[in-house]
């Protein structure tokens, strides 16, 4: 296949039609309706290592500044337009909707560290099947400590969207917050009057909402 017919794709944005400079000469935009991606016309996509992650995400943040609504997509995806093309059309009303709620905004990420708590056991009896899959979700649902939820607490009403993802070993959760940029000042302030006395806690951000941003080929 030549080269001229794969697409790597580093993020879909909202398409204003507005002119824009990206950090990469060899990044182009193509457009597909009111959706386009950031892409780069490849031979092969990168082999895994912790510098090609490293660029990547380095170039989806400078992306994310350029562009007022920008999903990132994951690494490794080098298609063909076709491809891509379908995969958005079939998509696009979900790819919209996530747009929509990413635009103007960062994503903040609080990691929660220490010995991982404990899922609460259930005593109840299982009589049914929707009793099981109740069971089961909730011996599957992220514990929060008292000192993360305080902190959700304080910063609640400033977060539009929020996700939490399980940690492992010593990252006991992984808390994700979607905050418009007008109001990131605002957050930190919030967060830094628990952080203080929580160093189990660290925050990191503003980052493109990686944590909000659905998966093209899911």
């Known amino acids: 296949m030549p080269a001229a017919d794969r697409l790597y794709v580093y993020a879909l944005l909202h398409d204003t039609r507005e002119t824009m400079t990206f950090p990469d000469p060899r990044m182009e935009l193509v457009r597909f309706g009111t959706i386009a991606a950031v892409v780069e016309r490849r031979r092969a996509r990168p082999a895994i290592s912790e510098r090609a992650l490293r660029k990547q995400h380095r170039a989806v943040r400078q992306i994310h500044e350029v562009g007022d609504a920008v999903l990132p997509v994951r690494f490794g995806a080098l298609v063909e337009r076709s491809e891509l093309e379908s995969v958005i059309n079939l998509r696009r009303a979900t790819l919209l909707r996530a747009l929509r709620q990413v635009r103007g905004k960062a994503q903040m990420t609080i990691r929660v560290f220490g010995r991982p708590a404990e899922q609460p056991r259930v005593s109840a009896p299982i009589a049914t099947g929707t009793d099981y899959l ?15 939820d305080e902190l959700r607490r304080a910063v609640r009403g400033v977060v539009s ?3 939490l993802d399980p940690g492992r070993g010593s990252l006991e959760l992984s808390i994700h917050h979607l905050v418009r940029r007008a109001r990131l000042d605002d957050y930190r ?30």
Request: charged share 25%.
């Open 161 to 163: 969207a929020e996700r």
């Open 134 to 148: 109740k069971a089961r979700a909730a011996a599957t649902r992220p514990v929060v400590s008292p000192a993360a």
């Open 189 to 218: 302030g919030r967060a830094d009057r628990i952080l203080e006395s929580a160093p189990q806690l660290v925050l990191s951000g503003p980052w493109p909402p990686f944590a909000f941003a659905p998966d093209l080929w899911e």
